[in-house]
């Protein structure tokens, strides 16, 4: 029987874990731990075939600038279905949840993607403008091979977000984005 979950990476079990750990090393080209690590300290959504685990994405509290304006995001990490049973809705069923939690907790939310048309099905819109780095010093530094992978969901107070104007996130061990 096919379920969904959603819970804090705190009650994330050992079994889990592996099976993400073995889904993510397996799903993604250039995945390593600093990835794995990215896709903690928020919320999970998994999709289960009994203790199996089908369908993983994570959401992570960060902090993106749009311009000059500073915004609780909720960042999209680890969305991933097994390769057998992509193409079920598995995927939209977990980013429908997502979408839920940020709406919840945060006042925007942002994703690196290649795959583009999954997302803006969903409501997810590509981001325009370009793309920058803050480096431990304060300074902006350009990430212009992430432009065109960018995505964000604006709603409530981020709803008249424009989406041609810079937008920045804070750098950090791996990708940055």
């Not at 390593?32 to 685990?53: I, K, P, S, Y």
Request: include cysteine.
């Amino acid at each position: 029987m096919v379920t969904i979950e959603r819970f804090p990476s705190t009650e994330m079990t050992p079994s889990l874990t592996s099976q993400l750990r073995a889904l993510c090393w397996s799903a993604f080209e250039r995945f390593n731990e600093q990835d794995f690590e990215h896709a903690h300290g928020g919320d999970h959504v998994v999709v289960l075939d009994g203790e199996t685990l089908l369908t993983h994405a994570a959401v992570v509290p960060r902090t993106i600038y749009v311009g000059d304006r500073e915004l609780r995001t909720g960042y999209v990490e680890a969305v991933t279905t097994l390769p057998g049973r992509q193409g079920e809705g598995l995927g939209t069923k977990a980013m429908k949840v997502i979408g839920v939690v940020i709406r919840e907790r945060y006042e925007f939310g942002t994703l690196a993607t290649a795959r583009q048309p999954f997302y803006e099905r969903l409501g997810w819109e590509r981001w325009q403008g370009p793309s920058y780095v803050i480096s431990a010093d304060g300074e902006r530094v350009r990430t212009a091979d992430e432009d065109n992978g960018l995505m964000v969901l604006r709603h409530g107070p981020s709803a008249g977000v424009d989406l041609t104007a810079p937008i920045a996130c804070h750098d950090r061990a791996g990708d940055a984005w």
